[in-house]
């Protein structure tokens, strides 16, 4: 007797559970690689930036330096000159007024232009000359561009003391020079070469007031640019020398 197969059972398929797209897992914030070149930016260009800073500071510092020791070489520079100047105004009597200098010479003199004598004429005049003769002296005596250079003084500022001293030595020969003539013209029994001589020593006298006014004036000019205040007669710095010839 036949035994009837088994038909094939048809197997029931089983349906899959989708698959799970694969999840990106983020680095830590301060891992990512865009946080980490954002962050080198920013460090390079802090460094960068206070780098500049120290470096414009350090430069400040030193130009801030170099203007304390620029101020204080021209104000030693300039102190030797008025030291000077003082002096020599001291020893003429006249501080600090620059003008009138010599005034007994100059009021002798305007008497004897009118034609009137005047007792003493000499002995002014010559107390004058030596006087005008030491101040001058002593005023060319410094040599004025060996002190100021290298100091880092401006074109004006050297100008207005070069041309002082300049200014004010002349003046004073010039006075010397009217001293001269009156003298000279005590001494001359001639009348009219006698008035000859009085007439110039008014005009060179004149002349001598005209070019030491100048030359005081770049003095107070120089003292005004350089804002260094005058030291007194003697009132240098113990030990600070001052170049002569």
């Known amino acids: 007797m036949a035994i009837k197969g088994k038909g094939r059972t048809k197997s029931k398929q089983v349906t899959r559970a989708p698959r799970k797209a694969p999840v990106v897992v983020k680095p830590p914030f301060l891992m990512r690689r865009s946080v ?3 962050l080198a930016l920013i460090a390079g260009v802090g460094t960068m930036v206070f780098a500049i800073w120290v470096t414009n500071g350090l430069r400040q510092q030193q130009r801030d330096k170099d203007a304390d020791l620029r ?3 021209i104000a030693k520079a300039v102190n030797v000159w008025t030291a000077t100047v003082e ?13 009138p ?11 004897l232009t009118k034609g009137d004598e005047v007792k003493d004429a000499e002995k002014i005049a010559t107390d004058a000359r030596l006087l005008a003769d030491k101040a001058a002296s002593d005023l060319t005596a410094v040599k004025l561009y060996e002190v100021i250079r290298g100091k880092g003084m401006d074109l004006a500022l050297t100008n207005y003391l070069l041309n002082s001293q ?4 002349q003046g004073l020969s010039l006075y010397s020079r009217a001293a001269s003539l009156v003298i000279a013209s005590t001494k001359e029994s001639d009348p009219d070469l006698r008035a000859t001589l009085v007439d110039e020593a008014q005009q060179v006298l004149t002349l001598a007031t005209k070019t030491y006014e100048d030359g005081y004036n770049d003095y107070e000019q120089a003292k005004d ?15 600070f020398p001052v170049p002569t010839g």
């Open 36 to 38: 980490q070149m954002t």
């Open 101 to 111: 200098l010599f005034p007994e010479l100059t009021a002798a003199l305007a008497t």
């Open 87 to 99: 002096g020599s105004l001291a020893a003429l009597g006249q501080v600090p007024q620059p003008t």
């Open 71 to 73: 101020r204080t070489a």
């Open 166 to 169: 300049s200014g004010m030595a």
């Open 225 to 239: 640019l350089s804002g260094v205040d005058p030291q007194p007669p003697g009132g240098l710095p113990p030990g």
